[in-house]
């Protein structure tokens, strides 16, 4: 059960828990719209593995927020998703709620 994506609304952030990869995220991906919808923060801190088809992810769920006019942070991001960040030089477009202040 744990190898599943898990995710949530509360108020104005997105949680996400468990793992975000090629095998996981295709019913996120069907929810997009939906799920990001009045979402300021995408809560990553309960996400045990992401690969860079869950990075790809993430960084659609934040473009298609800022279309709609709502700015995203991200919370929770982990040395290792921050390592694979880097790698992909997303540091502008994945900002960490920690660094925004």
Same mark, same amino acid.
Request: overall charge neutral; cysteine-free.
């Given at each position: 059960?744990?190898? !599943?994506?898990? =995710? #949530? /609304?509360?108020?104005?952030?997105?949680?996400?828990?468990?793992?975000?990869?090629?095998?996981? %995220? !295709?019913?996120? =991906? #069907? /929810?997009?719209?939906?799920?990001?919808?009045?979402?300021?923060?995408?809560?990553?801190?309960? %996400?045990?593995?992401?690969d860079s088809a869950g990075l790809a992810l993430l960084v659609h769920l934040q473009n298609i927020a800022t279309r709609s006019g709502q700015p995203v942070v991200f919370h929770g991001i982990s040395d290792k998703l921050q390592s694979l960040i880097t790698l992909y030089n997303l540091q502008q477009i994945i900002v960490s709620a920690e660094e925004s202040r």
């Open positions: 059960m744990s190898d !599943l994506l898990h =995710w #949530q /609304q509360q108020d104005r952030s997105l949680l996400l828990s468990g793992k975000l990869d090629h095998e996981t %995220l !295709l019913p996120l =991906w #069907q /929810q997009k719209e939906h799920v990001v919808r009045g979402v300021s923060e995408i809560n990553v801190s309960g %996400l045990k593995r992401v």
